[in-house]
C-alpha cells in the first residue's frame, strides 16, 4: 500500500533546515508513496496607520517580507524536487498561505489528510520548532522526526519504546504498516522510568506476531542522561534505524507544555524517530 507523506516547510524569517532531506526522503522511498511538499508562503496583512507609514515604509516592508519568504520557497523546493528525483519519488507541492504567527497551526491543518509527517530537526530555531510541535499535536496523525546530521534512517532494525500508556499504543499502532517492512523489531522498555507490567510487553509482542511480526524484548537499564536519550541510545546499541515512541505534551496559551522525553528526542533526535500523540 503506499503512503501518502507530508513534508511541511517553512519559509519566513528563516527557511527549514535541509540537513535531513536526503535521510527523510530515503526513508520515504524504502516505504513507498507520495510525497507533498507543505510550503509555506508568508501573507503580511495590511497595515493601516499612518503614523507608522510616515515613519516607514510599511507596505514596501511587507512586500520585501513575502518576496523573500517566496524567495527561500522557491529554494527549497529545487532542493527537494533534486532529491526526490534521484529516487524517483513523486512529488507534489502544495503551498500554504498564512501569516507567519499562525503558519503553525496552518500547516497542521494541512497535514492532516496524509498518513505521515517528514519533520526536520528544528536546530534551536523557536519558528520551526513551533512548528513541528504544531504538527506534532495537531496533524492527529503520526510523524517521522529527522536529525539534521548524520543520524541513522533505515529499517532493517525497528525499536519500539514501551511503558504501556495510551501515546505508546497509538505510536505502536499507527507504525504497524512499517513494522511490517522492518526487518526485525526490538521492543525497549526502560527499568526506572515507570513500573511496567511484564504481561504488557507479552501482550505487545502477541499483538505484533498477529501481524507476522517477530519481535524480542530489552529493558534498558537506567542511567545519569534523560528517559529520551536513553532510548535513543539504546535503540543505536540495536543498530536500529527507526525509534517508534509516542509523544507527551499539551498546549497551554498556545504555548506547547512537552513531556521530558519528547523535549529531549525533538531537541536532539539521533535517529529517525515516528512519534505519536
Not at 511587507?62 to 524567495?71: K, P, T, Y
Not at 513541528?132 to 533505515?154: K, M, N, Q, R, Y
Not at 511496567?196 to 542511567?223: C, N
Not at 525509534?243 to 498546549?251: E, N, P, Q, R, S
Amino acid at each position: 500500500m503506499p503512503f501518502s507523506f507530508a513534508m511541511p516547510l517553512l519559509t519566513y524569517p528563516d527557511p527549514t533546515p535541509t540537513g535531513g532531506f536526503a535521510r527523510a526522503l530515503d526513508l520515504a522511498a524504502t516505504l513507498g508513496g507520495r510525497l507533498t511538499a507543505l510550503v509555506e508562503e508568508t501573507d503580511i496583512p495590511d497595515i493601516n496607520n499612518v503614523l507608522a507609514e510616515l515613519l516607514i515604509d510599511v507596505p514596501a516592508m511587507a512586500a520585501a517580507a513575502e518576496a523573500r519568504s517566496r524567495a527561500n520557497g522557491a529554494e527549497l523546493v529545487a532542493t527537494l524536487s533534486h532529491q526526490a528525483e534521484r529516487l524517483a519519488l513523486p512529488l507534489e507541492v502544495e503551498r500554504v498561505r498564512s501569516r507567519p504567527e499562525l503558519a503553525p497551526d496552518a500547516i497542521a491543518h494541512a497535514a492532516r489528510t496524509h498518513d505521515f509527517a517528514l519533520l526536520l530537526s528544528p536546530d534551536a530555531n523557536d519558528e520551526h520548532a513551533a512548528m513541528v510541535e504544531a504538527v506534532l499535536f495537531g496533524s492527529g496523525g503520526p510523524v517521522i522526526v529527522f536529525s539534521g546530521t548524520d543520524g541513522p534512517a533505515h529499517l532493517e532494525t525497528v525499536a519500539v519504546a514501551w511503558d504501556g500508556s495510551r501515546s505508546a499504543a497509538r505510536a505502536l499502532r499507527d507504525a504497524m504498516p512499517v513494522l511490517a517492512l522492518a526487518g526485525r523489531t526490538v521492543i525497549l522498555t526502560e527499568r526506572d522510568d515507570k513500573p511496567i507490567d511484564p504481561a504488557s510487553v507479552d501482550k505487545v509482542r502477541r499483538l505484533l506476531e498477529s501481524h507476522s511480526i517477530g519481535s524480542f524484548h530489552v529493558e534498558v537499564a537506567p542511567g545519569p542522561e534523560s528517559v529520551g536519550e536513553s532510548l535513543q541510545h539504546a535503540a543505536l546499541a540495536q543498530d536500529a534505524g527507526l525509534l517508534v515512541m509516542g509523544a507527551y505534551g499539551h498546549t497551554r496559551l498556545r504555548e506547547f507544555v512537552l513531556g521530558g522525553a519528547t523535549r529531549a528526542v525533538l531537541a536532539s533526535p539521533k535517529l529517525a524517530v515516528l512519534m505519536s500523540h
